[in-house]
């Protein structure tokens, strides 16, 4: 079974740039969730999907992040325009929800740097 | 804000030793998780612990939950250089809504 699957694994971008990061969830998994993780801290939750409805999108920073989850598959994080404070991993993850004990299975990330 | 806080922020061990990892969390919870995310990678479930439960074990991994106490601990016996990781707890509210990963804790097993 293929894990969750991210591109691009890294991302250099100049500051006021627009990027975007795709994720592809694990077949069936109705949960999807973008988290965004600091070095040296854990994961901070961004936006969590259930199925192609944004269910928790209260830290999601709305003046220059976007996301969107068409047909409740694979999702995109969009950031237009960049700053210097979100270099930082941006991960995805998806789950079977409550069913699976909400338990996690993570992509290996993409690692934004903004110049 | 981080509900779940890991102590110690970091860990050096020699292989063969066990390592103990401690989480804090301030409200009620439905479940409890332990991840391990090794350096460039994604995190990794390693074990679930639920609010009834006291106990649980898996092959090396020992997790306690105290819910009086509002923490968990992360037992590893037997280290090896293998498990030199980040260790993060997160923890599920009642509704299975709010999942919370605390800021972890770097385990360095020396061989």
């Known amino acids: 079974e293929a894990g969750v699957v991210q591109s691009p694994r890294y991302k250099i971008i100049e500051k006021k740039q627009p990027v975007a990061f795709w994720c592809n969830p694990i077949s069936g998994h109705n949960t999807l969730y973008w988290y965004r993780q600091n070095l040296g801290q854990g994961p901070e939750l961004l936006i969590r999907?259930?199925?192609?409805?944004?269910?928790?999108d209260s830290q999601l920073p709305k003046d220059r992040f976007s996301a969107e989850r068409l047909k409740g598959v694979d999702s995109t994080l969009k950031i237009q325009p960049a700053e210097l404070g979100d270099s930082a991993v941006y991960l995805c993850?998806?789950?079977?929800?409550?069913?699976?004990?909400?338990?996690?299975?993570f992509g290996a990330g993409t690692r934004l740097s903004v110049l | 804000s981080q509900q779940g806080e890991e102590d110690p922020q970091a860990l050096s061990i020699q292989e063969g030793e066990n390592a103990t990892m401690n989480c804090s969390y301030k409200?009620?919870?439905?479940?409890l998780q332990w991840y391990r995310q090794n350096s460039g990678r994604g995190l990794v479930h390693l074990i679930l612990?639920?609010?009834?439960?006291r106990e649980k074990h898996s092959g090396r991994l020992r997790v306690t939950l105290d819910t009086s106490k509002k923490s968990s601990s992360l037992l590893i016996t037997a280290s090896r250089a293998a498990d030199t990781a980040s260790y993060f707890c997160a923890t599920v509210d009642n509704y299975g809504q709010n999942f919370v990963f605390g800021p972890g804790t770097r385990l360095s097993v020396l061989p």
């Open positions: 409200t009620s919870i439905n479940n």
């Open positions: 993850a998806s789950s079977l929800g409550q069913a699976g004990g909400n338990i996690q299975y």
């Open positions: 612990i639920r609010s009834n439960e």
């Open positions: 999907y259930e199925n192609e409805e944004a269910v928790d």
